[in-house]
């Protein structure tokens, strides 16, 4: 399918790198788009796609420096300086100007802004996208993944006029698009904006290769024996992430030499959480590795040699105790690889995923013996584990394919006919 008025696309976010939720699924559906005959582009401040078909701004980025330093200027107070908001000011005409000589040199017919409309780690970067469009009336798919209210951080802050105006913008070229049904309705309720829910997804059509006997050369290279357990916690280190409950799980399983392996680092929200949890592991006598350091993505592995695609097939059971969750790429990459999860019952969880029927360990923010027993369980009985798995990978193919993106993508294209 191609509709005709619309051929080039470009996507702008912060980030267009490494393994983060966003990135990940930027590269979904631009894999969706390019096989209904799109062209995709990339705007970032940093970007690891091909540099022909790249538009890198370091501004963009939330960690430039006067980028970082507006934020912090912004949030925890309820007053600006005037400097600041000239600062703003300056930073978002440079990107503006960016936007439209981004569209100038790839003839973008469409944009998709990935959650830089969303949660305000560039707050320069959202005004520019939003006035850009009320200037230009381009067709736009704003892709919402983090909304400013959904994060405790953002709740007391010295500009919620920009919030009010970008965070996210309602303009008549403008289709929103959310990954879970909260944040729809939250959408609706506050701002009276219409929305489409496109859950995250996964190339369910596309079985993994590799599987069975996967020679796990990780192991060895991070210090984890051939007959000890691999167990994976497969996201950043943030508060929300609630990676106690993981050492917790790790601790009572009573291993020789307890060990959680976590796949990323702290990211966005700075490392005190990062050093509490070395802390609380060294107190519960579980070893914690990074790996964080040895992954690239598939697009960009550099000099780094394992893919998160080699992690997952290493490991032997994942653990997933989040809080809270826009939706859940991890939980779906589980299933992808035929790994056994045990799984916070968060709110998206609870909304989304768990009607659906999946065959998971569930534990309702506490770690208890009803929980370990169900662990062991798993991890003893090859037949019962196989048999979850294949529901699992059954259950997310019908709901979270490839195939339920393009359905929904293409038609929100549709509607700039």
């Not at 300056?90 to 990935?114: N, S």
């Not at 850009?132 to 892709?143: D, S």
């Not at 700075?270 to 040895?294: A, P």
Request: hydrophobic share 35%; glycine share 4%.
């Amino acid at each position: 399918m191609n509709i005709k008025p619309i051929k080039n696309v470009g996507f702008i976010s912060t980030r267009i790198a490494g393994t983060d939720g966003v990135s990940l699924e930027i590269e979904k559906w631009a894999e969706v788009l390019k096989r209904n005959r799109f062209d995709c582009f990339y705007f970032a401040g940093e970007i690891d796609r091909d540099e022909e078909i790249s538009f890198k701004v370091e501004e963009a980025h939330f960690e430039h420096p006067e980028v970082y330093d507006i934020s912090k200027s912004l949030f925890g107070t309820t007053k600006r300086t005037r400097k600041i908001s000239k600062n703003i000011q300056k930073i978002q005409e440079q990107l503006k100007t960016a936007l439209y000589d981004f569209r100038k040199k790839f003839k973008i017919d469409l944009i998709i802004p990935e959650n830089a409309l969303t949660i305000p780690l560039n707050i320069p970067l959202g005004i520019a996208i939003t006035e850009f469009i009320a200037e230009t009336g381009i067709p736009t798919i704003a892709h919402h993944h983090d909304f400013c209210w959904e994060r405790d951080r953002f709740l007391i802050n010295a500009c919620q006029d920009y919030l009010d105006k970008a965070f996210p913008p309602d303009l008549p070229s403008i289709r929103h698009a959310v990954i879970n049904s909260p944040a729809s309705k939250q959408l609706s309720h506050r701002l009276g904006i219409s929305n489409t829910i496109i859950p995250n997804v996964y190339d369910f059509a596309k079985e993994p290769e590799g599987l069975e006997n996967f020679p796990c050369e990780l192991k060895s290279r991070i210090g984890i024996k051939e007959d000890e357990l691999f167990i994976l916690q497969p996201t950043r280190v943030v508060p929300r992430k609630w990676i106690e409950r993981s050492i917790e799980i790790v601790q009572n399983l009573k291993l020789p030499d307890p060990t959680l392996v976590i796949s990323h680092t702290s990211g966005d929200e700075g490392d005190d959480y990062y050093h509490r949890v070395m802390e609380y592991s060294k107190f519960m006598g579980v070893k914690i590795i990074t790996i964080d350091h040895l992954i690239g993505n598939r697009n960009a592995k550099k000099n780094k040699k394992y893919t998160i695609a080699d992690v997952y097939k290493c490991a032997d059971i994942i653990t997933y105790p989040s809080g809270y969750e826009g939706f859940g790429n991890a939980f779906l990459e589980t299933v992808y690889y035929n790994k056994p999860i045990v799984v916070n019952r968060y709110s998206i969880y609870i909304a989304d995923i768990e009607p659906k029927g999946f065959d998971v360990i569930t534990i309702n923010g506490v770690v208890n013996v009803e929980t370990v027993a169900k662990i062991k369980r798993v991890l003893e009985d090859k037949e019962y584990r196989e048999k979850m798995v294949k529901k699992n990978y059954d259950l997310a193919k019908q709901f979270f394919s490839f195939e339920i993106l393009e359905k929904k993508l293409m038609y929100m294209i549709s509607t700039f006919d």
